[in-house]
């Protein structure tokens, strides 16, 4: 059966499971295979995955803490005998997976690729004396660019593309040929979107960036996002839907086979809409620093600025080699949101193989009863509930999915999606 099937199902088979990689004390390495520690996880907690959400282009990962039963002493410090951790290394920076999905009538596990997400242990693990429950509280792997300076990554020189600064990025050692950034990210599960334009970097302009706010920058360059998958892959990639086709149908209310427990809101999302975009490109403040893009203010129905307010999104990036460059990411900007586009939050059951920027439909009627009486269920004088305008109806609308917070306690997910 398909995993579509599985989550349509009034009854459905679920499952999940906490894995964990830890460091060998000898090579500081990890070892090859996950260790499951699913048998002690007494709650799962939520994490979050979204784009766009305060700043454009930006991407955030909130983590993840889970609460353990340690009555066996598995997650004391590694020096204790009776620590999993015991002749490993120290229990900061292990790795740590979590798979969860549905299986079916045979047996089998769905989605193909059962990961909801890879994060690393970056904080002590406080053990409660009277309940002697351990808290472990792990990170996005996006910590792990955060800990290394973009001067510490040779290679980064002028005259290479946005894709092939990330390749260096993706390629960097110690100096003594061993990956940094591929010990937790392998080479494979690296997606680097081709690019055009030429920067021409040096080790001024590199200062007083972490790895990731570098990458960060040059994605803001190139309108690209940059983001954590669910399976712990890492993407540069553009602002499209991932593809044509929808990886998944929400129906709520009125229509077969529900999958929509509720609907959180449904708004035009004025606080994505922008009419006129500022870039500063260059360090001094003068007229030739700055590029445009957008509509001022006229008295005209058409005009975004008299329809919405003027709504200004100013930026700075020096990495932009042109004005020219610069304009055309401005004049790109000014396309995707100009437009007032409808955004919607909605929970539903858990729905686990959905990814940032994946192309899903959404089918939904608040109230299925038009043309019937409503006395005494809703305002007393109203007979037609669909004519009078308190109904509405989205039947297979195209949205793009820009949040998703996953709740594994209860295995249910929200997302947030834009109408494309």
């Not at 997606?191 to 803001?220: C, D, H, P, R």
């Not at 820009?402 to 709740?407: A, Q, R, V």
């Amino acid at each position: 059966m398909s995993i579509e099937y599985e989550i349509e199902r009034p009854v459905s088979s679920v499952f999940r499971r906490c894995e964990i990689k830890r460091r060998s004390a000898s090579t500081g390495l990890y070892e090859p295979s996950w260790f499951d520690i699913t048998e002690h996880v007494k709650s799962w907690g939520t994490f979050k995955r979204t784009v766009d959400d305060v700043r454009l282009n930006k991407f955030t990962h909130s983590g993840v803490t889970f609460v353990m039963n340690n009555n066996t002493g598995a997650f004391n410090r590694e020096d204790n005998i009776s620590s999993i951790w015991n002749g490993y290394l120290t229990r900061y920076k292990t790795l740590l997976r979590i798979q969860a999905g549905y299986t079916d009538n045979s047996g089998a596990e769905l989605p193909t690729d059962t990961t909801v997400g890879v994060f690393i242990m970056a904080d002590e693990i406080p053990i409660e004396a009277d309940t002697n429950e351990a808290t472990i509280q792990c990170r996005s792997l996006v910590s792990i660019f955060d800990e290394v300076r973009s001067t510490d990554v040779g290679g980064i020189t002028s005259s290479l593309r946005a894709d092939e600064i990330i390749t260096k990025i993706r390629d960097h050692t110690d100096g003594s040929g061993n990956f940094i950034f591929r010990q937790f990210i392998t080479s494979t599960a690296w997606t680097i979107q081709t690019t055009t334009q030429i920067y021409n970097l040096t080790t001024t302009s590199l200062n007083n960036f972490t790895v990731w706010g570098l990458m960060e920058k040059i994605a803001e360059s190139e309108g690209y996002l940059l983001l954590i998958n669910r399976t712990g892959g890492f993407e540069f990639r553009d602002r499209n839907e991932r593809t044509a086709t929808s990886q998944f149908h929400f129906r709520g209310q009125g229509f077969p086979n529900p999958t929509i427990i509720n609907v959180d809101n449904f708004r035009e999302a004025l606080n994505k809409h922008y009419n006129f975009f500022r870039l500063q490109f260059r360090d001094d403040d003068t007229t030739t620093s700055f590029v445009t893009a957008g509509t001022i203010t006229t008295v005209d129905p058409s005009n975004p600025s008299w329809k919405y307010g003027a709504r200004v999104y100013q930026f700075q990036n020096n990495f932009f080699a042109t004005s020219t460059v610069a304009q055309s990411i401005v004049n790109n900007l000014a396309d995707v949101f100009t437009s007032v586009k409808n955004e919607c939050s909605i929970k539903t059951r858990f729905v686990p193989h959905i990814e940032i920027s994946d192309k899903v439909l959404l089918s939904l009627r608040t109230f299925n009863v038009a043309s019937a009486t409503l006395w005494d269920l809703f305002n007393w004088d109203e007979a037609d509930w669909a004519t009078e305008g308190d109904n509405f109806d989205i039947n297979g609308s195209p949205f793009k999915v820009l949040s998703i917070n996953t709740n594994l306690n209860r295995f249910e997910t929200t997302f947030s999606i834009r109408e494309i």
